[in-house]
């Protein structure tokens, strides 16, 4: 079953969490967060320990992620890109070294974001690199992957509010300065999946087999 990403907080509200069998998967774009448990999504929501920097720091103020065509030379971008991958590398390394269920999904989603950097910066370092194509596609890469952060239920409403207004400022420049289309940008969602559990009450009803 797939659910959109914040209608998975109503859905929650309506099944038993308490019963087995429960489990979710987070996709966002290329990056898959699987198995994940009922307990681990209330951890989720509930997340106290959640760093609110995390969204600027990854997105807000990284103006490679937003910003219109003003870099004309493939040079010129990758110093940005290549800040923004070490400061993903070493926030995951924090998070790994924190621990937890709930750090465990930010760990692969941060790494993502990594990962389309390093990507645009190989691309950009080919002879006659395409910048704005280049570009278009890094932010095609990691808009799933932003969008969860700007989402996530603790997040600071004046964080959310700057952050979705550089995102739609994102979108409309990819589309009419980077050759991006509409069509290409994933939305993040939910994965749902139940598998009922035999109970010892189960078992003992199944009539023998002759």
């Not at 720091?57 to 070490?86: K, Y």
């Not at 709930?102 to 690199?129: Q, R, T």
Request: charged share 30%; hydrophobic share 40%; aromatic share 12%.
């Amino acid at each position: 079953m797939k659910i959109a990403l914040n209608e998975i907080w109503n859905f929650l509200k309506m099944v038993n969490t308490k019963e087995l069998g429960w489990s979710y998967a987070l996709c966002a774009g290329e990056v898959k967060v699987d198995a994940l448990s009922t307990e681990t999504m209330l951890a989720l929501k509930d997340d106290d320990q959640y760093d609110t920097e995390l969204l600027p720091s990854i997105f807000t103020f990284r103006e490679i992620l937003w910003q219109p065509d003003v870099f004309t030379e493939a040079s010129m971008s990758i110093p940005s890109l290549r800040i923004l991958q070490a400061f993903c590398e070493e926030t995951c390394v924090e998070l790994e070294e924190k621990g937890g269920a709930v750090n465990n999904i930010y760990i692969p989603l941060i790494k993502g974001v990594g990962v389309c950097c390093g990507k645009a910066m190989k691309s950009l370092e080919k002879d006659k690199a395409d910048v704005k194509k280049i570009l278009g596609d890094l932010r095609t890469c990691v808009f799933p992957i932003i969008k969860f952060f700007i989402y996530h239920p603790k997040n600071r409403q004046d964080y959310f509010q700057d952050a979705q207004n550089r995102l739609n400022y994102a979108v409309k420049i990819m589309l009419t300065q980077f050759y991006g289309r509409y069509t290409e940008l994933e939305d993040p969602f939910w994965k749902v999946s139940f598998k009922k559990t035999k109970t010892k009450k189960d078992v003992e009803s199944k009539p023998e087999e002759q």
